[in-house]
């Protein structure tokens, strides 16, 4: 299963238009231990995440001041070619998210593949029919614009909420392209 794991603002953003998590990393507490990062990792094989997500994991430290700090295969997919983390898993690809998760689904075997972000990513994924689940973490925050958590148009069925610290998380299982664009296509 190929799940969409991040934290949000409340009006959709991931990141603040100059890639800034300072919005995010100083909020009190920590989600409700069924949406805990510690758990959710337990049950990824793989990982995926475009070039900003990876290059601001790089400028916060990893493989410099820190390792990298997944332990899965970690696909970044970029057009560009990107510095390389000492011994940590990476695989770069571009173009066609399809054959990334065919290699993905073969590295983590029977575990669920966590796509990191960016929404651009997630989006292109869901265009494909490959998007599982949302699972999201909404901080208690508006920044009227940034890079957006998802730039499609679809229907999610809610499965789970909870309340844990300054957020509220909720699962939702991707249904489909929204039921009224199917209907004009
Ligand atoms: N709130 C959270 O928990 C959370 C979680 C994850 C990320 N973030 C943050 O959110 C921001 C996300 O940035 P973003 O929206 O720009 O998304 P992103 O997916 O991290 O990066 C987008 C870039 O990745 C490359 N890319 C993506 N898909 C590609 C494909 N199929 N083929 C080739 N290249 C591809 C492209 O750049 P190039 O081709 O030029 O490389 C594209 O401009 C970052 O600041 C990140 O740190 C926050």
Same mark, same amino acid.
């Given at each position: 299963?190929?799940?969409?794991?991040?934290?949000?603002?409340?009006?959709?953003?991931?990141?603040?238009?100059?890639?800034?998590?300072?919005?995010?990393?100083? $909020?009190?507490?920590? !989600?409700?231990?069924?949406?805990?990062?510690?758990?959710?990792?337990?049950?990824?094989?793989?990982?995926?995440m475009?070039?900003?997500t990876?290059?601001?994991?790089l400028?916060?430290?990893?493989?410099?001041?820190?390792?990298? !700090?997944?332990?899965? !295969?970690?696909?970044?997919?970029?057009?560009?070619?990107?510095?390389?983390?000492?011994?940590?898993?990476?695989?770069f690809?571009?173009?066609?998210?399809?054959?990334?998760?065919?290699?993905?689904?073969?590295?983590?075997?029977?575990?669920? /593949?966590?796509?990191? #972000?960016?929404?651009?990513?997630?989006?292109?994924?869901?265009?494909?029919?490959? /998007?599982?689940?949302?699972?999201?973490?909404?901080? !208690?925050?508006?920044?009227?614009?940034?890079?957006?958590?998802?730039?499609?148009?679809?229907? /999610?069925? /809610?499965?789970?909420?909870?309340? #844990?610290?300054?957020?509220?998380?909720?699962?939702?299982?991707?249904?489909?392209?929204?039921?009224?664009d199917?209907? $004009?296509?």
């Open positions: 299963m190929l799940i969409y794991y991040t934290a949000t603002t409340l009006d959709g953003f991931i990141a603040d238009p100059d890639d800034s998590l300072d919005w995010l990393l100083r $909020q009190e507490g920590e !989600p409700d231990e069924a949406f805990g990062f510690e758990a959710f990792m337990a049950r990824v094989g793989a990982a995926v475009g070039s900003t990876y290059e601001w994991i400028a916060h430290g990893a493989g410099t001041d820190e390792p990298w !700090p997944y332990t899965v !295969p970690t696909w970044v997919m970029s057009s560009r070619d990107l510095p390389q983390v000492e011994g940590a898993d990476l695989r690809a571009s173009g066609d998210v399809r054959p990334v998760h065919a290699a993905m689904r073969e590295a983590a075997g029977d575990r669920d /593949l966590w796509l990191v #972000g960016g929404g651009g990513l997630a989006g292109r994924f869901a265009d494909a029919g490959l /998007l599982d689940e949302v699972v999201v973490s909404v901080a !208690p925050v508006t920044l009227g614009s940034g890079r957006p958590l998802l730039p499609r148009r679809l229907d /999610l069925e /809610l499965v789970e909420t909870a309340r #844990g610290g300054a957020f509220v998380s909720s699962r939702f299982r991707v249904a489909g392209p929204l039921q009224e199917r209907r $004009q296509g």
